[in-house]
């Protein structure tokens, strides 16, 4: 069973920037940081594809900027210019096959943004 790790959340003050890393004990091409706040569903925040290229929901575009080192099977999320609304818990996923939906979860790791 494929295990991902992530660490690197915490508390910080809006404006400030963390960056998140997740660890996977497998790899893959396909990966995406997802977040989940308290009452809210959970939203994808961005993918890398097999080419490298990237995609972001549109509340983090020009502020989070996600990246993978494949010979670490090591996934980041920079965050940038962090807004209180970005408060949550983020998950790291892969996927075992890019055509398909994500199958591999981490336990998440918090980010909590105060004003």
């Known amino acids: 069973q494929a295990q991902l790790v992530e660490s690197g959340g915490g508390p910080v003050q809006a404006g400030g920037s963390l960056r998140l890393s997740c660890a996977a004990s497998?790899?893959?091409?396909?990966m995406g940081w997802f977040r989940q706040a308290p009452g809210k569903e959970r939203e994808g925040v961005a993918h890398?594809?097999?080419?490298?290229?990237?995609s972001y929901a549109d509340s983090v575009k020009g502020r989070f900027t996600i990246s993978k080192d494949n010979a670490k099977n090591t996934l980041y999320l920079q965050m940038n210019s962090l807004k209180p609304e970005d408060t949550a818990m983020y998950y790291c996923?892969?996927?075992?096959?890019?055509?398909?939906?994500?199958?591999?979860w981490g336990q998440g790791t918090q980010v909590t943004v105060s004003s």
């Open positions: 996923a892969a996927k075992s096959l890019c055509n398909r939906g994500y199958i591999f």
């Open positions: 497998i790899f893959s091409y396909c």
């Open positions: 890398i594809d097999r080419d490298g290229s990237a």
